[in-house]
């Protein structure tokens, strides 16, 4: 079957650096996406791997294995408009290239 | 620039009445998704078309849910006999491309609250 796990809630400083855990299950794995959502907002595109390694995008970074089925996303010299829920989709070829999205981690910036 | 755009963005209901929901991809997209999303959750995938062709339904959804995209471009999202089960956010989301890497934009959303 599929599954995405991710950690519910998770506390980190301002100005620190935060790595936010995903890990999967999926028979036809073709990327993986991370998303950013405010409280009441839509998602907005982060980043997306495919291939093994670390992607990094100015303050953002992620990573993936495919062989662990795992991916992370790193935020450095956080500020308090990161507080927000970090959501983890992978897409499924065995699915019609849908979007498979786990449930949020919820990060909150403490100053 | 014209993102997705969807309408409207608050539907307050009574159990049984029938809602309707419009949502406006970016005009060169040709994947339009709906998702709905309750609180702490991630996006649940209801259905999904490929210009005018609806590719996709989730055996999750009932057949109270009904959508159209007559013409390619906006498409509808019926929800008929509301239930209180039936409140929460509902998302829309377009891309371009076919299998490839394609990342979905998101519209606003509508929070819908059945009473």
């Known amino acids: 079957g599929q599954n995405i796990d991710q950690p519910t809630e998770m506390t980190a400083t301002e100005g620190a650096i935060v790595q936010i855990n995903c890990t999967y299950q999926t028979s036809g794995f073709n990327g993986l996406f991370w998303y950013q959502q405010h409280a009441g907002e839509a998602p907005t595109f982060l980043s997306y791997n495919v291939l093994d390694g670390l992607e990094e995008k100015g303050r953002f970074s992620s990573f993936l294995s495919r062989s662990k089925g795992y991916s992370y996303l790193l935020l450095k010299e956080l500020q308090m408009k990161d507080s927000a829920s970090y959501l983890c989709?992978?897409?499924?070829?065995?699915?019609?290239?849908?979007?498979?999205w786990g449930a949020g981690t919820k990060l909150i910036i403490k100053p | 620039d014209t993102g997705v755009s969807q309408n409207p963005r608050h539907k307050i209901t009574k159990r049984g009445q029938n809602v309707t929901f419009r949502c406006d991809p970016i005009s060169e997209h040709n994947r339009l998704y709906w998702y709905r999303q309750t609180l702490g959750q991630g996006p649940e995938f209801l259905t999904y078309f490929q210009n005018e062709a609806q590719l996709e339904k989730s055996r999750l959804l009932s057949d109270r849910f009904s959508a159209e995209r007559p013409k390619g471009s906006f498409s509808t999202l019926e929800i008929q006999r509301t239930e209180q089960g039936d409140s929460a956010m509902y998302l829309c989301a377009s891309s371009w491309g076919v299998g490839a890497y394609n990342e979905q934009f998101f519209g606003p959303g509508t929070r819908l609250t059945v009473l």
């Open positions: 989709a992978v897409r499924d070829r065995h699915s019609n290239y849908q979007l498979i």
